[in-house]
């Protein structure tokens, strides 16, 4: 009996193309349409718009988002070709909409990570298939 592949969806993001973040955002809201407890397809989209944000404001080329639905839970990876690390930060009170985004992946993610690669890095979480 073969074994059936784990669904997975790969999207390359344009340089500085924000508009890729609903598109994220809609692409993996298909691949989750059966998965996951109440909530957590909401956390997921809302954890990969961060990471794909992040990805796009802060470095100057494109990235690549994969998301893969696995047995016991979603792993979704967003790798840029910057070298330097992100750092989570406590936003200033001021600030109305930034620096709020790994602050978001370290507080509702059961697990996130960066990954290194030889050029740039990849910033993933990853959340139980188990109602949060």
Do not use: C, I, Y
């Not at 893969?68 to 930060?89: K, N, S, Y």
């Amino acid at each position: 009996m073969k074994e059936q592949a784990a669904p997975q969806l790969r999207q390359l993001l344009g340089r500085a193309d924000l508009r890729a973040v609903p598109e994220a955002r809609r692409a993996l809201r298909e691949l989750l349409r059966h998965w996951g407890g109440p909530g957590q397809s909401e956390v997921a989209e809302l954890l990969t718009s961060e990471l794909v944000t992040n990805a796009l404001v802060h470095t100057e080329d494109g990235a690549v988002l994969t998301a893969t639905v696995g047995p016991r839970a979603l792993r979704v990876e967003v790798r840029d070709f910057a070298g330097r690390p992100p750092r989570p930060r406590a936003p200033e009170p001021d600030e109305r909409t930034n620096g709020r985004g790994l602050v978001l992946v370290e507080s509702l993610a059961d697990d996130w990570g960066v990954r290194p690669w030889t050029v740039g890095k990849s910033v993933w979480f990853e959340l139980g298939t188990e109602a949060a």
